[in-house]
């Protein structure tokens, strides 16, 4: 097994060797070996799809080279027959295939299916880990997984002996995960001589993923499509009933009309063509919220007798098996977000209706606000989205945009390096001993500006300090001294130099074994030093999760009493308390209980149990840390004073203007509308963050007192003297001093006495 091979090297030779350990130890793990080979499932690849005409060439090839690019259309079945072919290459024997997918419905999915077509349970040779949920073993031949897992894993297993294969699928995606990976493997390959690497893309753009793999070789293989139809229906030329009123002028409103009439031409266009139960229609919408408006829309106006699902990346399991696993005889309608454009094929679909748009999250390092705009999606997106209709026989691909706009639009998705935040990078580059993120063999290097950015993230969250500066005591937690000893990387004898962040501090290594956002980790530190930490776990998971309440359409003003049984005025941050307190009161009722007691207040019960498996899950890395948990519950001011840690960047002061506040940076933000904090004169107050939509909004907020930002700040505040005057009878010089932090005035005047002096000269 890869995992013994360090192991018996050491014990053969040198130090530590001793024969009687080596023979017990190598003969137990070729017995391992000899297990597998036994267990590996009788595969018959689906003689259907196309990829298995190239099966012989791509065993060849996966034996011949460490790595290979294989470039599949859609519907070529890459996905789920590249594990058996590896595993027809004699891959999976001495560790996993694993096998990454860029987001946790597709690894359930594909491992469900690539189980059936071996003829076993899920968890057996076939088995899957995603966060919070994993069925399977060390024992399973294949695993699927997200692309987050295998990252994480790269803290306990450097070089990862876990696995002899790893198949990255859908590598044209191009996300953060994804870039990092390939430019780990490509360090590791010439360490790891018996590692093979499978990349596979969907789009043309193999070339840069051969090149950046030293001319690795590349298999095209044709996808099983049929002749798909393309239909351009602007949604300003469509002539939609009614469509004179005003508030339908713009494209958001218009778009549920829109969408109506082009199911109905797509159901005429089955009726002539003669297969009207087999006309299911895939629609492509930006957001979870538009999906559920369009559904509603759809029931009310669209066509009789046709089901109507909805498919995105949370939808709890029992959904997606109605949209995998269809029961058959009805028409049905599926609205997905891009999360359908790849790696998951909807069963029976002819008709595709794109919309044309998708939610990019976007981030500006100048104002640290986080943008989320809906965007035209890339043309390689959208020839994912029409190609999957032409699957299972003819499709029509209906664009609700003009042919033009397609045509002005960028050929790939900008890739997600270049338009995020990257402190988390940084700081599991420097945690892994990987020294700068420039000197990193990335794909495609990311903008200066942004690293530049994420490291001065990390130095104001006391994770790194500044070449040449010391920091300050008051910052720390639990001390704040550099590392002394700076870790080695597993590719480079010895340590490597200096970074250019001046090193991690003890803070900064205890939030690198931390797998969330940087900020996050950082307020669990603050948690355990204020004596918070039971609380601040609380808030935390909620915050790493999607926010579990829920506001249909129709019935916004039920579910808004409902949550304000949670509020407490001042902190939105208390709402989580609130609830979980209520959650825990509750939780000796049954399952069935449980979920009507979140149906009755409007809360998601699939976001509920994500928020109690992410808190489950940081109470262990606490412990892991050894962090001091309270026994006494937690004070607003400590409470508040442990969050700030993680939040200095969003901080603001109510202006003059009506509800308008400036946050630091010389960003005007407002409150959101849904936060107890709205339309109230609270003068200082923090954020958890700053979004951009239709305009630039502080979300979920607490009050707090201007002292409480000078003692969290330290060295990050910029001090102005002015107006010196000799106070003759005190016998000192007196100044004032003006305190700012990124910009924003925290102290306007404070008085100051210099050293007493004899003379006021």
Known sequence: MVRDRHRLSRLKKGKEANPEKFQDLFEKSNAKVRERIARIPNIKLNQDLPVTQYADKLIEAIQKHQVIIVAGETGSGKTTQLPQIAMLAGRGLTGLIGHTQPRRLAARSVSQRIAEEVGEKLGESISFKVRFNEQGSQDSIVRLMTDGILLAELANDRFLNK?????????????????????????????????????????????????????????????????????????????????????????????????????EECFQDAQE???????????????????????????????????????????????????????????????????????????????????????????????????????????????????????????????????????????????????????????????????????????????????????????ELGAMVEKGKAPLSQRGVGGDSIESNPPKSPFTKGGLPPTKGGGLTKIGQQMAKMPIDPRLARMILGGAHFGVLNEVLIIVAALAVQDPRERPADKQMQADQKHALFREADSDFLFYIKLWEALVAN?????????????????????????????????????????????????????????????????????????????????????????TLHKTNTPWVMAFEMVETSQVYLRTLAKIEPEWILLAAGDLLKHHYFEPHWSKKAGVVNAYDQISLFGLIIEPRRQINYEKVDHPA
């Open 163 to 263: 696995y002899d294969t790893i198949i990255i699928d859908e590598a044209h995606e191009r996300s953060l995960n994804i870039d990092f990976i390939m430019g780990y493997l490509k360090q590791l390959l010439p360490r790891r001589k018996d590692l093979k690497v499978i990349i596979t893309s969907a789009t043309l753009d193999v070339n840069r993923f051969s090149n950046y793999f030293n001319g690795a070789p590349i298999f095209e293989v044709e996808g099983r499509s049929f002749p798909v139809e393309l239909r351009y229906r602007p949604i300003s030329e469509l002539s939609i009933v009614g469509s004179d009123d005003d508030e339908f002028d713009d494209f958001e409103e218009n778009l549920p009309r829109a969408v109506v009439s082009a199911v």
């Open 273 to 459: 063509k003669g297969h009207p139960e087999h006309a299911d229609i895939l629609i492509f919408a930006s957001t979870e919220q538009e999906i559920r408006e369009l559904q509603e829309t759809l029931q009310k106006f669209g066509p009789r007798h046709t089901e109507v699902l909805p498919l995105y990346a949370r939808l709890a399991l029992s959904e997606q098996q109605k949209i995998f696993n269809p029961s058959g005889g009805g028409r049905r309608i599926i609205i997905a977000t891009n999360v359908a454009e790849t790696a998951l094929t909807v069963p029976n679909i002819r008709y595709v209706i794109d919309s044309g748009f998708a939610r990019i999250s976007r981030y500006n390092y100048r104002s640290r606000v986080q943008r989320l705009p809906i965007e035209a999606v890339s043309q390689a997106a959208a020839n994912q989205r029409k190609g999957r209709c032409g699957r299972i026989a003819p499709g029509v691909c209906i664009r609700l945009y003009s042919e033009e706009d397609f045509m002005s639009r960028p050929e790939f998705t900008e890739p997600e390096i270049k338009r995020t935040n990257l402190a988390s990078v940084i700081l599991q580059m420097q945690s892994l001993g990987f020294g700068e993120l420039e000197d990193f063999d990335f794909i495609e290097p990311p903008d200066h500006r942004l690293v530049n950015d994420g490291r001065k993230l990390l130095i």
């Open 587 to 675: 939780r000796d009722m049954s399952e069935n209980k449980r979920r009507t007691f979140a149906r009755n207040h409007f809360l998601s019960w699939l976001r509920l149990r994500e928020w109690k498996k992410t808190h489950e899950q940081l109470v262990d890395l606490a412990q892991g840390l050894k962090l001091s948990f309270n026994e006494k519950k937690a004070n607003y001011e400590n409470l508040h004073r442990a969050l700030l840690t993680g939040l200095l960047s969003f901080i603001a002061n109510k202006t003059d203007e009506r509800n308008v506040f400036m946050a630091v940076r010389q960003q005007k933000a407002r409150i959101f509308p849904a936060s």
